[in-house]
């Protein structure tokens, strides 16, 4: 059973940096692809960035290109999300998900979260 755990959430001033950290176990992610999600309070999910295991291709949603980074340890099957010159607007939980390649993200694995609160 695949299970995604996400560390690195916390508390942090506008302008400030946090790299969260997806830990992967029980598959082998060869044909995956991994991505980070987040949700605010009253809002619905949205799409942060995606890694492609194998080739390391990146996505990012054009509203954090240039502060958000993604990127994948292969030996440690983890996942990282840079986050770089927050804003109290990048406040929310943020998920790790893995989904087969070509497949929906909906219908992949996720992890529980992890709370991002930016203050100005």
């Known amino acids: 059973q695949v299970q995604l755990v996400e560390f690195g959430g916390g508390s942090v001033q506008a302008g400030d940096s946090l790299r969260l950290s997806c830990a992967a176990s029980g598959g082998a992610f060869t044909t995956y692809s991994m991505g980070w999600f987040r949700q605010a309070a009253g809002k619905e999910r949205e799409f942060v960035a995606a890694?492609?295991?194998?080739?390391?291709?990146?996505y990012t949603a054009d509203s954090r290109e240039g502060r958000f980074t993604i990127s994948r340890d292969y030996a440690k099957n983890t996942v990282y999300l840079q986050m770089n010159l927050l804003k109290p607007e990048d406040t929310a939980v943020y998920y790790c998900?893995?989904?087969?390649?070509?497949?929906?993200?909906?219908?992949?694995?996720w992890g529980r979260g992890t709370q991002v609160t930016v203050s100005s």
């Open positions: 998900a893995a989904t087969r390649d070509g497949g929906s993200w909906d219908s992949g694995y």
């Open positions: 890694v492609r295991w194998i080739g390391g291709r990146t």
